[in-house]
């Protein structure tokens, strides 16, 4: 499954399949991204983050491609499991400490 | 290791009142943000502190809002006579060095309801 833009917020996958997860940033200066996931109740969960310098970055089941031309971040979760039901954010970081977080993606697991 | 650890998780506030929400970073980390999260949102910056120091506050609400970061303790953030729009989940983030380019470990966070 794959959620297309900031505007669709919600995203079902089968288990078992992989999941793609969509995210514009807004300042081209943005030098640093990181992916949360936060479950219900909880606070955010760091899963990944990637440098400006480079545009892929893999981690154990997930991988963030960054493509600067286009401001454009994604998260890709392989092999999708009910516990990968969450609302995912991406934040980018805009100056020297401060993080900016989009509004989150709902997704949502199907058995 | 401990987290962040926020307290408390639920704070029920009538308006007018006052809410205190603590948070203790991880061990060994000098650098606290809090952030609000209001219902399907993304969170929000507010404060910045290092130890006795605020950074920068400039995402939070220049009236009845403070925050601090005392040499010993937690860091507190303060809201004075509380209104039903600041009921929101308040999260507490630390850093080690403050840089930026460094994740942030979050706290479970405090839910506010004002009534």
């Known amino acids: 499954g794959e959620s297309v833009g900031l505007h669709l917020p919600t995203l079902s996958v089968q288990e078992g399949d992989n999941s793609i997860i969509n995210c514009a940033y807004s300042?081209?200066?943005?030098?640093?991204f990181i992916w949360y996931k936060q479950e219900s109740g909880k606070g955010p969960q760091f899963i990944i983050d990637?440098?400006?310098?480079?545009d892929k970055r893999q981690g154990q089941r997930v991988t963030v491609l960054l493509n600067k031309t286009v401001k454009h971040l994604s998260l890709q979760i392989a092999a999708t499991q009910p516990g990968d039901s969450a609302v995912y954010f991406c934040?980018?970081?805009?100056?020297?400490?401060?993080?900016?977080f989009g509004a989150g993606t709902t997704v949502t697991v199907r058995a | 290791n401990a987290g962040v650890m926020q307290n408390p998780r639920h704070l029920v506030r009538r308006r007018g009142q006052e809410a205190r929400l603590r948070c203790s970073p991880m061990?060994?980390?000098?650098?606290v943000y809090w952030y609000r999260q209001l219902p399907e949102e993304g969170l929000k910056f507010m404060v910045y502190?290092?130890?006795?120091?605020?950074?920068?506050e400039s995402g939070m609400p220049k009236e009845r809002f403070s925050a601090e970061f005392p040499k010993e303790g937690p860091s507190i953030l303060r809201i004075q006579q509380v209104v039903r729009g600041d009921s929101a989940a308040y999260f507490c983030?630390?850093?080690?060095?403050?840089?930026?380019?460094?994740?942030?470990?979050f706290g479970s966070g405090t839910q506010l309801s004002v009534l």
């Open positions: 061990k060994g980390h000098s650098h």
């Open positions: 300042n081209s200066a943005s030098d640093y």
């Open positions: 983030a630390s850093s080690l060095y403050g840089t930026g380019d460094e994740k942030l470990f």
């Open positions: 934040a980018e970081r805009r100056n020297d400490y401060k993080l900016s």
């Open positions: 990637i440098r400006s310098n480079m």
């Open positions: 502190l290092q130890k006795e120091n605020i950074i920068d």
